[in-house]
C-alpha cells in the first residue's frame, strides 16, 4: 500500500530562522512527487512537481528536493506569510489508479 | 484565466437529506478529482475522472455517494441521505493530464445538523 508520511506535524520558527519539513514515501513506482501550501479556510496552493531522485526545484524561499524515500522542502529564512499548512502528494506509476496521496501535512508557525 | 470553481461555498443540510456538490474544472483539464478534508484531517481521495475513461471510484465511503462528469468537464458530487459524519470540505481538482500537477477549487464546506 502507498504509504506517505509527512515530519514534523507542527513547527514553530522565528523570523529568519530556516528549517526543512520532511515527506516518506512508500510506493510501488512513483511518477511525481507534488508538494502544496494550504491556508486556512482554502484549497490547497500548488508549488512544486519532482519527477527524479536528485531533481531541486525552487521559488522565492522555497527549495523542494527528492530522493528515492524522500522529500524535504527547504524554507530558507523564512517570513510570517510563510505560516501555513504544507502538504505532499504522491501519484504512482502503475494500473491501480491515478489518484494523489497526501500525507498529513506540516503546520508551519513563523513568529516575527 | 478561471481556476477551478466550487459550488456552493458553505452548505447547511439536515441529516437524511441529499446534497449536491458542484465543480467546474480548469477549460481544457481531461483530469478531474474529488477528495474530502475532515477537521484537522488530511485530505482523503474519494473519485477520479480521466476523459472519456471509467472513472476510479475506490475511495467513495459508501453507497450513499456518486459523481457525475458531464460532457468532460463539470462534475458533480452527490451524497444520499446525509450523515453528520459527512460534515467536511470537499475539494475538487482538476489536471491537464496524468502526472502533471492538479489545481485545487476553494472546496465546499458541508454541515450536516
Not at chain 1, 528536493?65 to 522542502?73: C, G, I, M, N, V
Request: glycine share 10%.
Amino acid at each position: 500500500e502507498d504509504q506517505v508520511t509527512q515530519s514534523p506535524e507542527a513547527l514553530r520558527l522565528q523570523e529568519g530562522e530556516s528549517s526543512s519539513l520532511n515527506c516518506s514515501y512508500t510506493v510501488s513506482g512513483l511518477r511525481g512527487l507534488f508538494w502544496y501550501r494550504q491556508d486556512p479556510g482554502k484549497g490547497p496552493e500548488f508549488l512544486f512537481t519532482l519527477y527524479s531522485a536528485g531533481e531541486e526545484k525552487e521559488k522565492e524561499r522555497l527549495k523542494a528536493t527528492l530522493t528515492k524515500k524522500e522529500s524535504f522542502l527547504h524554507i530558507t529564512a523564512p517570513k510570517p506569510e510563510d505560516s501555513a499548512t504544507y502538504l505532499c502528494a504522491v501519484q504512482v506509476n502503475n494500473n491501480a489508479g491515478n489518484m494523489l496521496t497526501f500525507g498529513g501535512g506540516t503546520r508551519l508557525m513563523v513568529k516575527p | 484565466g478561471a481556476g477551478v470553481s466550487q459550488s456552493p461555498s458553505n452548505k447547511v443540510t439536515e441529516k437524511g437529506k441529499d446534497v449536491e456538490l458542484r465543480c467546474d474544472p480548469i477549460s481544457g483539464h481531461t483530469a478531474l478529482y474529488w477528495y474530502r478534508q475532515s477537521l484537522g484531517q488530511g485530505l482523503e481521495f474519494l473519485i477520479y475522472f480521466q476523459g472519456n475513461s471509467a472513472p476510479d471510484k475506490s475511495g467513495l465511503p459508501s453507497d450513499r455517494f456518486s459523481a457525475e462528469r458531464t460532457g468532460g468537464s463539470v462534475s458533480t458530487l452527490t451524497i444520499q441521505r446525509t450523515q453528520q459524519e459527512d460534515s467536511a470540505v470537499y475539494l475538487c481538482a482538476s489536471s491537464s493530464q496524468v502526472g502533471l500537477e492538479a489545481f485545487f477549487g476553494q472546496g465546499t464546506r458541508l454541515t450536516v445538523v
